[in-house]
C-alpha cells in the first residue's frame, strides 16, 4: 500500500507544480507530503526523471522553486462524456433557475476542460457528450430524492449512447407482474416526484408511441445487438409536452395569480415556453401548453388560494 500511497502523491505533486506560476519549494513539498526534507528531494528529482521539461523558478529569493511547463500533464488527462455532460447539464440547470452568472463562470471551466482534450479525442467525446445530454431530458423540478440502481442507469446510458435496443424486466400496470419487454430507449426524463425512462416498444406496439416507465421500477436491463435511429425521435420536444414529467396530451394553461405573489412567481421558469403577463391590478398571467394534470396539481398546491386556474375552465369540476 505504502508503494501505490508514493505514487499518488508523486502525480499529485506533478499536478501542483503545473498549477502554480510560482513554483514549488523543498520547504512546500515538506509540509503538503509531512515528509522529511531528504524525502522532498527525492520527489523532486522523481519528477525531474519524467518532466525534462521541469524548471526552476526566478523569485529574486534564495529559495529555490520548481514548476512542470503548462500542458506538460495533459496526456494523463482524459475525461469522458458522461462527465462532459454532467458540465452541460448543470449548466442549463442554472440558467433555468435564473442564476446566469454561475453558469456563465461553470460554463468558463467546462470550455477550459474541453481544450484539454486530445485533438483525436476531442471530436467523438463532444458528440457522445452531446448524445447523452439530449438523452437526459430534465424536467427542473425540485423534489424528493429517489434511489435508482446505479448498475441499471449505467446499462441504459451505454444503451442511448450506442442506439442500441434493450430487453428489460419490469411489473405490468394492473397486476404487477414481471414482464419481459423490447424496447427503443430515446432517453430519461426527472420529475418532481418520479424519474422515467422515455423508451417505444421494438415491436411497433400503440403505433411505436414512447411510453414512461419508472425508473425506480425497473428489475433488470440487457443491450440487444438490434439498433435504431436516435434522430427519429425528439426527447426535447417530447419533454416540453409535459409539465414536470408526467406526460399526457397536451392542453393550453392559464394561471392567475394574486397581486401579492405576482413578483415572486415571476421569478419561476414554470415551462420553457410560458408567457408572463403582468395585468394592471397587479396580478399575474401565466400561459402554456403542456400535459401532466396531476403534477400540476401538486405544484399548484404549494400556492394556495393566491392561484386560481383559468384554463381550462373545467379543471376544478375534474378534481
Same mark, same amino acid.
Given at each position: 500500500?505504502?508503494?501505490?500511497?508514493?505514487?499518488?502523491?508523486?502525480?499529485?505533486?506533478?499536478?501542483?507544480?503545473?498549477?502554480?506560476?510560482?513554483?514549488?519549494?523543498?520547504?512546500?513539498?515538506?509540509?503538503?507530503?509531512?515528509?522529511?526534507?531528504?524525502?522532498?528531494?527525492?520527489?523532486?528529482?522523481?519528477?525531474?526523471?519524467?518532466?525534462?521539461?521541469?524548471?526552476?523558478?526566478?523569485?529574486?529569493?534564495?529559495?529555490?522553486?520548481?514548476?512542470?511547463?503548462?500542458?506538460?500533464?495533459?496526456?494523463?488527462?482524459?475525461?469522458?462524456?458522461?462527465?462532459?455532460?454532467?458540465?452541460?447539464?448543470?449548466?442549463?440547470?442554472?440558467?433555468?433557475?435564473?442564476?446566469?452568472?454561475?453558469?456563465?463562470?461553470?460554463?468558463?471551466?467546462?470550455?477550459?476542460?474541453?481544450?484539454?482534450?486530445?485533438?483525436?479525442?476531442?471530436?467523438?467525446?463532444?458528440?457522445?457528450?452531446?448524445?447523452?445530454?439530449?438523452? &437526459?431530458?430534465?424536467?427542473?423540478?425540485?423534489? *424528493?430524492?429517489? /434511489? %435508482?440502481? $446505479?448498475?441499471?442507469?449505467? #446499462? +441504459?446510458?451505454?444503451?442511448?449512447?450506442?442506439?442500441?435496443?434493450?430487453?428489460?424486466?419490469?411489473?405490468?400496470?394492473?397486476?404487477?407482474?414481471?414482464?419481459?419487454?423490447?424496447?427503443?430507449?430515446?432517453?430519461?426524463?426527472?420529475?418532481?416526484?418520479?424519474?422515467?425512462?422515455?423508451?417505444?416498444?421494438?415491436?411497433?406496439?400503440?403505433?411505436?408511441?414512447?411510453?414512461?416507465?419508472?425508473?425506480?421500477?425497473?428489475?433488470?436491463?440487457?443491450?440487444?445487438?438490434?439498433?435504431?435511429?436516435?434522430?427519429?425521435?425528439?426527447?426535447?420536444?417530447?419533454?416540453?409536452?409535459?409539465?414536470?414529467?408526467?406526460?399526457?396530451?397536451?392542453?393550453?394553461?392559464?394561471?392567475?395569480?394574486?397581486?401579492?405573489?405576482?413578483? &415572486?412567481?415571476?421569478?419561476?421558469?414554470?415551462? *420553457?415556453?410560458? /408567457? %408572463?403577463? $403582468?395585468?394592471?391590478?397587479? #396580478? +399575474?398571467?401565466?400561459?402554456?401548453?403542456?400535459?401532466?394534470?396531476?403534477?400540476?396539481?401538486?405544484?399548484?398546491?404549494?400556492?394556495?388560494?393566491?392561484?386560481?386556474?383559468?384554463?381550462?375552465?373545467?379543471?376544478?369540476?375534474?378534481?
Amino acid at each position: 500500500m505504502a508503494n501505490y500511497e508514493k505514487m499518488y502523491d508523486l502525480f499529485d505533486l506533478a499536478l501542483a507544480m503545473q498549477e502554480t506560476s510560482e513554483g514549488l519549494s523543498l520547504e512546500d513539498i515538506q509540509q503538503k507530503y509531512n515528509v522529511s526534507r531528504r524525502t522532498a528531494e527525492r520527489m523532486r528529482n522523481a519528477l525531474m526523471t519524467y518532466f525534462p521539461q521541469m524548471e526552476e523558478v526566478s523569485t529574486g529569493e534564495r529559495t529555490k522553486r520548481w514548476r512542470i511547463t503548462e500542458r506538460s500533464l495533459n496526456s494523463f488527462i482524459s475525461f469522458s462524456a458522461e462527465e462532459l455532460a454532467v458540465f452541460k447539464t448543470a449548466i442549463d440547470k442554472l440558467k433555468q433557475s435564473n442564476l446566469k452568472d454561475k453558469a456563465d463562470t461553470l460554463e468558463k471551466v467546462e470550455i477550459k476542460l474541453r481544450n484539454l482534450l486530445k485533438p483525436e479525442q476531442k471530436n467523438k467525446i463532444e458528440v457522445d457528450a452531446e448524445v447523452l445530454m439530449k438523452a &437526459e431530458g430534465l424536467a427542473l423540478n425540485p423534489g *424528493p430524492r429517489i /434511489k %435508482l440502481d $446505479k448498475d441499471i442507469l449505467n #446499462t +441504459l446510458r451505454q444503451a442511448i449512447l450506442s442506439c442500441h435496443h434493450i430487453k428489460m424486466n419490469y411489473p405490468a400496470v394492473n397486476t404487477g407482474n414481471i414482464h419481459t419487454y423490447k424496447l427503443i430507449p430515446y432517453g430519461f426524463l426527472y420529475g418532481q416526484r418520479n424519474h422515467y425512462l422515455v423508451a417505444a416498444h421494438s415491436d411497433g406496439y400503440d403505433n411505436g408511441k414512447a411510453h414512461n416507465f419508472l425508473l425506480q421500477k425497473i428489475k433488470s436491463v440487457e443491450i440487444l445487438p438490434d439498433v435504431f435511429d436516435s434522430s427519429e425521435f425528439d426527447l426535447q420536444e417530447y419533454a416540453l409536452e409535459s409539465f414536470g414529467a408526467f406526460h399526457e396530451e397536451p392542453f393550453d394553461v392559464e394561471w392567475l395569480f394574486s397581486a401579492e405573489v405576482a413578483d &415572486e412567481a415571476k421569478n419561476f421558469i414554470f415551462h *420553457p415556453k410560458q /408567457k %408572463l403577463i $403582468k395585468n394592471p391590478d397587479g #396580478t +399575474l398571467t401565466v400561459k402554456f401548453k403542456a400535459g401532466g394534470a396531476r403534477e400540476m396539481d401538486w405544484f399548484l398546491y404549494t400556492w394556495g388560494d393566491d392561484v386560481k386556474v383559468i384554463k381550462p375552465k373545467d379543471w376544478y369540476e375534474k378534481k
